[in-house]
Antibody, heavy 121, light 107 residues
Framework: EVQLVESGGGLIQPGGSLRLSCAAS????????MSWVRQAPGKGLEWVSV???????SYIDSVKGRFTISRDNSRNTLYLQMNTLRAEDTAVYYC???????????????WGQGTLVTVSS | DIQMTQSPSSLSASVGDRVTITCRAS??????LAWFQQKPGEAPKSLIY???SLHSGVPSKFSGSGSGTDFTLTISSLQSEDFATYYC?????????FGPGTKVEIK
């Protein structure tokens, strides 16, 4: 059974840093595309970043240069290092496993329960 | 970036009703369209990929259609557990973008 468990959220002051973790079981993180998606309080879903099975990464413009997605294959864990945090980064952060559709395009299949990041002084 | 819109933004329906939600992309995304269900306080649940393919375990009362820029999600007979917010998402281009959501409420 696929399971994703996020951790590392909390209250942080503007300008601070936080590292989110997403511990995976039931599959191998390094063999899958993995994404982070966030949801500000009362708002919709926003894709943040993806790491491909080959290791390449991509980010939404608003977090480029501040956030870094990575993985630890030995721990089967996905990470999101968040630096220079802003109030607008306040959200529940979800990790998601992606799988290929019939054309090979990757789409989100499994989700973690989320971890709340609150950026406030 | 590809903009996704959904209509309506909310709807009220009764148990047993047939419900249709529309999603539109700002440019051609072929059939690289997914649908998600989210209940309050819960993580999103993946329902449909490839515009019309159900993920395993998703009941057949859910169906999706469309290609190009216009897509629909239909719930054939609404049940109490289906009251939730539904999001479409394109995965044709980066950044992946979601629609603003459609909240399905009890009439």
């Amino acid at each position: 059974e696929v399971q994703l468990v996020e951790s590392g959220g909390g209250l942080i002051q503007p300008g601070g840093s936080l590292r989110l973790s997403c511990a995976a079981s039931g599959f191998t993180v390094s063999s899958n595309y993995m994404s982070w998606v966030r949801q500000a309080p009362g708002k919709g879903l926003e894709w943040v970043s993806v790491i491909y099975s080959g290791g390449a990464t991509s980010y939404i413009d608003s977090v480029k240069g501040r956030f870094t997605i990575s993985r630890d294959n030995s721990r089967n864990t996905l990470y999101l290092q968040m630096n220079t945090l802003r109030a607008e980064d306040t959200a529940v952060y979800y990790c998601a496993r992606e799988i290929p559709d019939f054309s090979g395009y990757q789409n989100m299949r499994d989700w973690g329960q989320g971890t709340l990041v609150t950026v406030s002084s | 970036d590809i903009q996704m819109t959904q209509s309506p933004s909310s709807l009220s329906a009764s148990v047993g009703d047939r419900v249709t939600i529309t999603c539109r992309a700002s440019q051609d995304i072929s059939n690289y369209l997914a649908w998600f269900q989210q209940k309050p306080g819960e993580a999103p649940k993946s329902l449909i990929y490839g515009a019309s393919s159900l993920h395993s375990g998703v009941p057949s009362k859910f169906s999706g259609s469309g290609s190009g820029t216009d897509f629909t999600l239909t719930i054939s007979s609404l049940q109490s557990e289906d009251f939730a917010t539904y999001y479409c998402q394109q995965y044709s281009h980066l950044p992946r973008t979601f629609g603003p959501g459609t909240k399905v409420e009890i009439k």
